[in-house]
């Protein structure tokens, strides 16, 4: 039998700038449905249980030093399918795919990871019962996956996870090194700082990171608002700029 031992976790809230309250998530700690590793990557699956949105969730695994996890490669959404279906209760849970207002959601490449990526290929939407994706053009969406058969439900980003979307839980990716200097915060800063200086980095730049760590031949990434996050498989040109990872 499964343990059922919970881990809390509370987000501020604000209404008007004053009155403060707080909403709380639960995450597991002690059962079989937690802290699963894949290559770099460790992933932690939370339980919704109280009233909270999309970038909520976002927000509260930013706060642990992850983000909502991303599923940059086939063999990486497999692993993660595969160990979901058989250690967690069926469900819909958040991940890290969403897509802005204004955008058209029909198409894929309108979709982007937390990692910055645009969707490859064809979103499995949940077609044959609910027509996913239903939110409107004009409003900005999160995704959640169904992990019984794979497929994507959307949702409006404000919307309350819980009590509209009927969400069971979401799932956390963090870099599994304790050594790496890039993975310590999602704090925001202006650009990326350079591998010999100690410190924090950006939320653009942690996802740039984390892409080019997903990418065997990456040896060295730069992020800048103007070209975005770009990787590269040498070192030798704008050395002083790339910054090479440390695991």
């Known amino acids: 039998m499964k343990s059922t031992a919970l881990m809390m976790f509370c987000l501020l809230k604000s209404i008007a700038g004053v009155a403060i309250y707080v909403t709380c998530i639960f995450t597991f700690t002690s059962m079989a449905c937690t802290d699963f590793s894949y290559q770099l990557s460790n992933y932690q699956v939370g339980r919704i249980t109280t009233s909270i949105t999309w970038l909520e969730v976002s927000s509260i695994c930013k706060s642990s030093g992850g983000q909502l996890v991303s599923f940059n490669t086939a063999d990486e959404s497999a692993a993660l399918l595969d160990f979901l279906t058989k250690n967690c209760p069926s469900g819909l849970y958040v991940i890290g795919l969403s897509r802005k207002s204004g955008l058209r959601r029909d198409i894929s490449a309108n979709w982007i990871w937390e990692t910055g990526e645009a969707y ?25 996956i169904n992990i019984e058969d794979g497929k994507f439900r959307d949702c409006n980003v404000h919307g309350d996870l819980k009590t509209w979307y009927r969400t069971y839980g979401y799932i956390c990716e ?52 103007g070209g975005g996050c770009q990787v590269k498989s040498d070192l030798m040109e704008n050395a002083h700029y790339y910054t090479r990872l440390w695991v």
């Open 174 to 225: 963090k870099h599994v090194s304790p050594n790496s200097t890039y993975f310590q915060t999602t704090q925001q800063l202006i650009g990326c700082r350079h591998h010999d200086s100690i410190g924090t980095m950006s939320a653009q730049c942690f996802r740039c990171a984390l892409k080019c760590f997903k990418d065997d031949e990456c040896l060295a990434f730069k992020y800048d608002d």
């Open 120 to 144: 490859q290929g064809e979103i499995p939407w949940n077609i044959q019962v609910l027509s996913d994706p239903n939110e409107p053009n004009a409003v900005r969406s999160g995704v959640r």
